[in-house]
């Protein structure tokens, strides 16, 4: 189970790296990446898994506060994505700035 774990892990992580690199990327040209779509949706999916994997081993809090920020970054990618006129370095900065908290509070917490 370890290792299924730890691929489902790697994923997880993988995805939000696509999601901080689309929006890194895009800055340049205020643009959203097909990639940072793809991406949220890899890292949304695999943490419900990593959640069920858990069980009730999981920290309930953080896995809340987690999922919170993950459909906040969901909902500005799927927004971004449909009118992307409205997507600025400010709004790609955001994306990218609710990644690094995403990323830090699985880390730190």
Known sequence: MDI???IFLVLHLLGWAMVFGGALAGMK???LTDGAFHGILTAL???IVLTGLL???ANHVKVTVKLLVAVVVTV???LGRRRPE???T???GGIAGLVALN???AILW
């Open 4 to 6: 299924v774990h730890g």
């Open 29 to 31: 040209s205020s643009k």
């Open 45 to 47: 999916v695999t943490g």
């Open 55 to 57: 069980g009730s081993d």
């Open 76 to 78: 500005l990618v799927v």
């Open 86 to 88: 409205k997507v600025t």
């Open 90 to 92: 400010g709004y790609l």
């Open 103 to 105: 990323v830090a509070l």
